[in-house]
Structures are given as C-alpha cells and as structure tokens.
C-alpha cells in the first residue's frame, strides 16, 4: 500500500511517467536480494521523517529502480541481439554453403587470355568436336594446340610461320609421333601398333623411302626408291637373315641366301 501511494505521489511531483516508473520500480524490488520482513524491519527501525522527506527519500529508491531496471533490459536486449545475430550468421552460412560452392565452378564454352597489349596468348575451347587449348605467341601465331576428340588426344606444335613441325596423338588406340619439315611435309612417323613398333621415314613430298619395322616374326627394314617401289628388303627372322633386291618394277632380281 505504501509503494502505491508513493507511486502515484512520485508521479504528481515531477514525474510523467509515474506507471512507468512504478513498473520499474516493483520489477527492480522483485528481483532484489533483500528479503521484504528484513526490508520491513529496517524501515521500522529507521527514525521518524518527515511526510516531505519520506516522500523524497523513497521517491530516490524509485529513480535508483528504475535506473537499475534500464540498465537490467539494456543487457537483456544486447545479449538476445548477439544470440540472434549468431542464429542468423548459422542459418545464412547453412543457406548460401551450395551457393558458395557453386561460386567455385565457372561454365562457359570458350575462355581467351590476353597479354597487357590485349593480344590473344591462350584459348580454351568446347564444341562438338572436342575440347582443345591453343596457346600463341606475341605475333598471334598459333604455337601449341592441347585436344581431345572422339578418336582421343592429340598434340601438335608449331613453327613461327605457323607450319606444323611436332604431332603426338593416340589415334585408334595406336600412339604415334611425326615430325614435319618447314613446309609442314611430315619427314618422319613412328607409331606403335598391335603387331609392333614401326619407323617410316619420308622425302620433301611426303613419299616413304625407308620403313623400320619390328614384329612377331623378327626386324625388318624396307627401302623404297622416288615411285615408292620396294627396291630393297632386309629381314631376321627365325631361319635367319635375309636380303632381297627388286627392280624399278618391284619385281625380286636377287635374294641371299
């Protein structure tokens, strides 16, 4: 009864926000670790004031609760703002993790370097028939090309006029390698089939003129003249060497043994 009446005292003697303040003040005095008979006891053993100085001494305990409460809900407030803004860093990391993910994959069907002169040095490429890397010089020129297609991987580099001088591929499974001249004409090929290793060697048109071959049944080496015609034949096999001559016809002229 007394709180009361003091609260609304307080709230005529200066004071607009008297409900406020006695809301405060009851939750500020709930929450204290005074037991209210000590209180009591206290407040009965105090001297006798004045109705003016009991009104202000009492008046102070309502400002002081009140104060106290404010800074009880300020701590409130800022602990449930950090316990939300944890939730909601949990739940956005939960959410944007695929998206994050997905940030480290880039699709596109071609992606091109360029130097600091805005020259093309590297493209990379994806179609129907294949993907490839073709890698330039300062010039533009095509240098090296990286592909695979439906017949497998290949290789080719080339020369500063852009002629094709080196080429590795694995074309029907078998790996071959050729070498070509300044005019792009393939001097030299060795593949590796099935039935064994071979060795063709070429003129400036492209024509075999020597095939080195080595196989189930031994070595062999063929020499063919400018009409590509086997003019000469050297073979070990199981029964032992042989050596056969041919005229410009093909046809044999000489065997030894």
Do not use: W
Request: proline share 4%.
């Amino acid at each position: 009864m007394v709180i009361v009446g003091v609260g609304g005292t307080g709230a005529s003697a200066g004071h607009p926000d008297g409900r406020e303040g006695r809301i405060a003040g009851v939750s500020a005095l709930a929450s204290a670790s005074v037991k209210p008979y000590s209180r009591c006891v206290n407040l009965m053993k105090a001297p006798r004031m004045t109705m003016e100085q009991r009104l202000g001494h009492l008046e102070s305990e309502l400002v002081r609760a009140k104060r106290s409460n404010r800074l009880l809900l300020t701590g409130i407030a800022i602990a449930l703002a950090f316990l939300m803004s944890v939730d909601h860093v949990r739940e956005a990391r939960a959410e944007n993790q695929p998206a994050a993910a997905a940030l480290n994959e880039i699709h596109a069907r071609a992606f091109i370097l360029e130097d600091a002169n805005g020259k093309a040095r590297a493209k990379l490429t994806a179609n129907k028939d294949g993907t490839g890397l073709t890698l330039y010089d300062e010039n533009g020129k095509n240098r090296a090309t990286l592909g695979v297609t439906s017949e497998g991987p290949g290789l080719v580099l080339f020369d500063e006029n852009g002629k094709s001088r080196v080429a590795l591929d694995t074309s029907a499974g078998a790996p071959g390698l050729s070498l070509s001249d300044e005019n792009g004409v393939t001097r030299a090929n060795l593949v590796a089939l099935n039935a064994g290793p071979g060795l063709a060697l070429s003129d400036e048109r492209g024509e075999n003129r020597a095939r080195l071959v080595v196989v189930d049944k031994g070595p062999g080496l063929v020499l063919l003249d400018e009409n590509g015609k086997s003019r000469a034949r050297l073979a070990v096999s199981k029964s032992g060497p042989g050596l056969v001559l041919s005229d410009k016809s093909g046809n044999p002229v000489k065997t030894v043994p």
